[in-house]
């Protein structure tokens, strides 16, 4: 099945690069291996009836769909590799979704860290205004169609900046009440406190989700402090969880991932590209066992069988498979 790319990177030769642009609506063949502009279905109508016509079932009911925001330093072949790794993943746990890449650009270096915060803020509202928003009118009116979120690593800072962006400039064509379902951030480069209880940076999310799942390791290298350069040298939700001295909201789920890393011990990918203890979930068996009943959200968070509770929302991930 073609893969789905929401692409706010600029054109560049015959592929894309990495600045922030006007969105691109990609349908990538499977045996396409990086996204060119070859993929680019000109019309967003079409764009959005070939997704709907994808995620059909045969009894006429709508697989979910997941929009998919990547990290930083992360080229279009490495995000769409990682885009068909979760959703297969998925489906062989019977969690049958159709997975939208929002490819937002990066500058190709570990070291433009900078660079990409800066895009990454830049292509936040293109989630929103031409993902999120325009499913949310599509379900509402014909379709009934449930829409996640998951983001990695500053994929996670699009996420909130996007949501933040919805808050200040409402649709008067959608009701304020507008959801998506789930929400899971992994590795997450977003500060820890704003996750505490009320919080203005994280209230719009909350405000607009089911549930939000952060799963941590505080073996994340990538979200050490001392990596964060300069910008925000707050300790990173992605590396230490949600703040323990602050309330937190009732939707917030935290999920330390630490001990099955350390378990798990991977040296080195077998598919993906990147630093392993950043990136180390989407290789990781229990990991997807995990997400797949989160995405499909029929457990009570304290039902899931692939973790156990430590605290009120607070678990770890079971080291072993279930």
Same mark, same amino acid.
């Given at each position: 099945?073609?893969?789905?790319?929401?692409?706010?990177?600029? #054109?560049?030769?015959?592929?894309?690069?990495?600045?922030?642009?006007?969105?691109?609506?990609?349908?990538?063949?499977?045996?396409?291996?990086?996204? /060119?502009?070859?993929?680019?279905?000109? /019309?967003?109508?079409?764009?959005?009836?070939?997704?709907?016509?994808?995620?059909?079932?045969?009894?006429?009911?709508?697989?979910?769909?997941? +929009?998919?925001?990547?990290?930083?330093?992360? $080229?279009?072949?490495?995000?769409?590799?990682?885009? *068909?790794?979760?959703?297969?993943?998925?489906?062989?746990?019977?969690?049958?979704?159709?997975?939208?890449?929002?490819?937002?650009?990066?500058?190709?270096?570990?070291?433009?860290?900078?660079?990409?915060? +800066?895009?990454?803020?830049?292509?936040?509202?293109?989630?929103?205004?031409?993902?999120?928003?325009?499913?949310?009118?599509? /379900? *509402?009116?014909?379709?009934?169609?449930?829409?996640?979120?998951?983001?990695?690593?500053?994929?996670? +800072?699009?996420?909130?900046?996007?949501?933040?962006?919805?808050?200040?400039?409402?649709?008067?064509?959608?009701?304020?009440?507008?959801?998506?379902?789930?929400?899971?951030?992994?590795?997450? !480069?977003?500060?820890?406190?704003?996750?505490?209880?009320?919080?203005? !940076?994280?209230?719009?999310?909350?405000?607009?989700?089911? *549930?939000?799942?952060?799963? +941590?390791?505080?073996?994340?290298?990538?979200?050490?402090?001392?990596?964060?350069?300069?910008?925000?040298?707050?300790?990173?939700?992605?590396?230490?969880?949600?703040?323990?001295?602050?309330?937190?909201?009732? #939707?917030?789920?935290?999920?330390?991932?630490?001990?099955?890393?350390? #378990?798990?011990?991977?040296? #080195?990918?077998?598919?993906?590209?990147?630093?392993?203890?950043?990136?180390?979930?989407?290789?990781?068996?229990?990991?997807?066992?995990?997400?797949?009943?989160?995405?499909?959200?029929?457990? !009570?968070?304290?039902?899931? $069988?692939?973790?156990?509770?430590?605290?009120?929302?607070?678990?770890?991930?079971?080291?072993?498979?279930?």
């Amino acid at each position: 099945m073609s893969s789905f790319v929401l692409c706010a990177r600029n #054109k560049a030769g015959q592929g894309f690069g990495g600045r922030t642009s006007a969105p691109s609506y990609l349908v990538v063949a499977d045996d396409v291996v990086e996204p /060119s502009q070859a993929d680019i279905v000109t /019309s967003y109508v079409k764009w959005l009836a070939e997704i709907r016509a994808a995620a059909k079932r045969d009894d006429g009911t709508s697989r979910d769909l997941v +929009f998919f925001v990547h990290g930083y330093n992360t $080229p279009p072949r490495e995000a769409l590799r990682r885009q *068909r790794r979760v959703e297969r993943e998925l489906a062989q746990r019977g969690c049958h979704c159709l997975l939208i890449g929002f490819d937002w650009p990066t500058g190709g270096s570990a070291a433009a860290y900078t660079y990409d915060r +800066f895009q990454a803020q830049a292509a936040a509202g293109y989630l929103v205004s031409s993902g999120l928003i325009p499913f949310a009118k599509s /379900s *509402r009116i014909d379709c009934p169609l449930n829409v996640h979120v998951m983001a990695h690593s500053m994929g996670g +800072f699009v996420v909130r900046e996007a949501f933040r962006m919805i808050d200040k400039a409402r649709d008067a064509d959608l009701a304020n009440d507008w959801r998506v379902g789930q929400m899971v951030f992994f590795g997450a !480069d977003v500060s820890s406190s704003c996750f505490a209880l009320d919080h203005p !940076d994280m209230l719009p999310v909350f405000a607009h989700c089911g *549930r939000l799942t952060n799963y +941590f390791s505080g073996y994340d290298q990538a979200l050490a402090v001392s990596n964060v350069k300069n910008i925000d040298i707050e300790a990173r939700v992605g590396r230490v969880g949600m703040p323990v001295d602050t309330p937190s909201p009732e #939707k917030a789920v935290d999920v330390d991932c630490g001990p099955r890393y350390d #378990k798990a011990a991977i040296t #080195k990918f077998t598919e993906i590209d990147g630093m392993i203890s950043h990136s180390w979930y989407l290789e990781d068996a229990v990991w997807y066992d995990d997400l797949a009943h989160t995405i499909r959200g029929e457990l !009570d968070r304290n039902a899931i $069988p692939t973790r156990r509770n430590v605290g009120a929302s607070d678990f770890v991930l079971h080291t072993d498979p279930q």
